[in-house]
């Protein structure tokens, strides 16, 4: 059973760019999470999805940023018009009954 | 969501027991301890759980005590891999409303040598 898969790894962007984040959850999972890690720091809870609806997005900027998690396909985490700030880890995780949650590899963005 | 302390970091040797203490005073009857370990540049790895008593798995042992304020992370004979951050999270299982969102402190950085 393939793990959380997220896509692209790496992601450098110029300020005022869109950053699309991708991540695949475990085979079964229809619980998804974003965090997002600054250097040096913890992960910070953003959002929560489950298929197609917005559990809880109390960690979001209500700003540039939003995430989705449709019927078929990946759940996708968006921020736009980047700016430095934005420089970060960002992690996902899924969790089959919204219990133990299993991380990605996490994609690595730079904002130039 | 109870807040957990712990080490900020913590030293030792390869073949040694490592045991890493989280406390969370605030922990509430329905909350469970999970801890897990992350490497660099590598999303945390879930490692075990537990709610009271003890548990252990192929990786590690999970220590609590009657009142719950407090857990301990065993690793036994660790080795230089087992270099990494290590986090204690306390949080709801069971409450339909809960999200679940894991909230994630600084950790304790382990840092095995040989």
């Known amino acids: 059973n393939a793990g959380v898969m997220q896509n692209p790894r790496h992601l450098v962007r110029r300020r005022g760019q869109e950053a699309r984040l991708r991540c695949s959850p475990m085979?079964?999972?229809?619980?998804v999470y974003w965090y997002r890690q600054l250097p040096e720091e913890g992960l910070k809870f953003m959002v929560y999805?489950?298929?197609?609806?917005?559990?809880?997005e109390s960690g979001m900027p209500k700003e540039r940023f939003s995430a989705e998690f449709p019927k078929e396909g990946p759940s996708i985490l968006r921020i736009q018009q980047v700016v430095r700030g934005d420089s970060a880890a960002y992690f996902c995780?899924?969790?089959?009954?919204?219990?133990?949650?299993?991380f990605g590899p996490g994609t690595r963005l730079l904002v130039l | 969501l109870a807040k957990t302390t712990q080490p900020i970091s913590m030293d030792s040797y390869e073949g040694q027991e490592v045991n890493i203490t989280c406390s969370h005073n605030?922990?509430?009857?329905?909350?469970?301890i999970t801890w897990y370990q992350q490497f660099p540049s590598q999303g945390p790895r879930f490692i075990i759980q537990?709610?009271?008593t003890k548990v252990t798995n192929e990786v590690a042992s999970l220590f609590i005590p009657a009142d719950r304020k407090s857990s301990t992370l065993s690793l036994p004979r660790v080795s230089l891999s087992d270099t990494a951050v290590y986090y204690c999270?306390?949080?709801?299982?069971?409450?339909?409303?809960?999200?679940?969102?894991?909230?994630f402190g600084t950790g304790t950085l382990l840092a095995v040598q040989p």
């Open positions: 995780a899924s969790s089959e009954d919204g219990e133990t949650q299993y």
């Open positions: 999270l306390v949080g709801d299982r069971w409450d339909e409303g809960a999200t679940n969102k894991l909230i």
């Open positions: 537990g709610y009271k």
């Open positions: 605030n922990i509430a009857t329905n909350d469970y």
């Open positions: 085979k079964g999972h229809s619980h």
């Open positions: 999805l489950q298929k197609e609806n917005i559990i809880d």
